[in-house]
């Protein structure tokens, strides 16, 4: 078992939770064409070596408080990938980019309710990114002082 598994609620099989369909029939904190990037502080992107999807996450962030105050998203990834980032988002939003930093795949897919077994490297991507775009935070932080 790798440290991803939750529930193994599939097997192999394609078996999706409610909680993994409600996210990905109504993804939330999607990237819109209404929004602009400048309008946001940091981004991060990062690519699948499992299967070449990416994704792209990017944070606003209080200057004071260091929370993330919204958090948008965008990918070429499949079902699972959209269901992790879409709740992802939700639990990101809120917090201090410390403490989202410290969100785990293995948070992420418990909230879904599980992921089948194939599809446990899809919740990776949207931590990662969303590090990736903290680590962008950061460093536009320093460089800026
Ligand atoms: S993101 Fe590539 S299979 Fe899910």
Redo the contacts with the bound molecule.
């Keep these: 078992m790798s440290k991803y598994d939750v529930k193994d609620i599939g097997g192999y099989e394609w078996i999706y939770s409610e909680k993994v369909q409600e996210h990905f029939y109504n993804p939330k904190n999607v990237m819109t064409d209404d929004l602009k990037e400048k309008d946001f502080d940091a981004v991060g992107e990062v690519g699948?070596p499992?299967?070449?999807?990416l994704?792209k996450i990017w944070i606003k962030v209080d200057p004071k408080t260091k929370k993330i105050t919204d958090l948008r998203w965008k990918?070429?990834?499949?079902?699972?990938?959209i269901a992790s980032t879409s709740v992802l988002s939700e639990m990101a939003i809120g917090k201090t980019i410390n403490q989202a930093y410290k969100i785990t795949p293995l948070q992420i897919t418990k909230k879904l309710g599980g992921l089948p077994k194939?599809?446990i490297?899809?919740s990776v991507?949207g931590d990662q990114a969303l590090r990736a775009a903290i680590d962008n935070y950061n460093k536009k932080i320093l460089s800026a002082a």
């Design positions: 699948s499992a299967c070449g999807d994704m990918t070429f990834g499949c079902a699972s990938a194939r599809k490297h899809c991507l």
